[in-house]
């Protein structure tokens, strides 16, 4: 068994800063890529940022210059550096891996369950 748990969500004011982090645990083989997305209500699920095993990132437009992603492959965790939060960044996060389990040969795409953030004053 493999999976994925996010922390770090939670409330802060427009402006501020918070850091989101969601750990692989389990059999793990190999992790390729890993990534954030959210969801708002009444929203598709949109990509936030990615970062390939090599440490390649690529962003979503709207967090361009605000968010940095990075990974700590050695504890199988991806961080969300989320600076000058907007009351638009609210939504539920969700880490994304492309994780093999151990024993397995496919890759397969992971989900976490989501972290709330919200953005409010």
């Known amino acids: 068994q493999v999976q994925l748990a996010e922390s770090g969500g939670g409330l802060v004011q427009p402006g501020g800063s918070l850091r989101l982090s969601c750990a692989a645990s389990?059999?793990?083989?190999?992790?390729?890529?890993m990534g954030w997305y959210r969801q708002a209500p009444g929203k598709q699920r949109e990509l936030v940022a990615t970062?390939?095993?090599?440490?390649?990132?690529n962003y979503a437009d709207s967090v361009k210059g605000r968010f940095t992603i990075s990974r700590d492959n050695a504890k199988n965790t991806v961080y969300l550096q989320m600076n000058s939060l907007k009351p638009e960044d609210t939504a539920v996060y969700y880490c994304?891996?492309?994780?093999?389990?151990?024993?397995?040969?496919?890759?397969?795409?992971?989900w976490g369950k989501g972290t709330l953030v919200t953005v409010s004053s």
């Open positions: 970062i390939t095993s090599s440490s390649i990132t």
């Open positions: 389990g059999s793990i083989a190999g992790i390729n890529a």
């Open positions: 994304n891996a492309d994780m093999r389990q151990l024993g397995r040969p496919q890759y397969m795409d992971y």
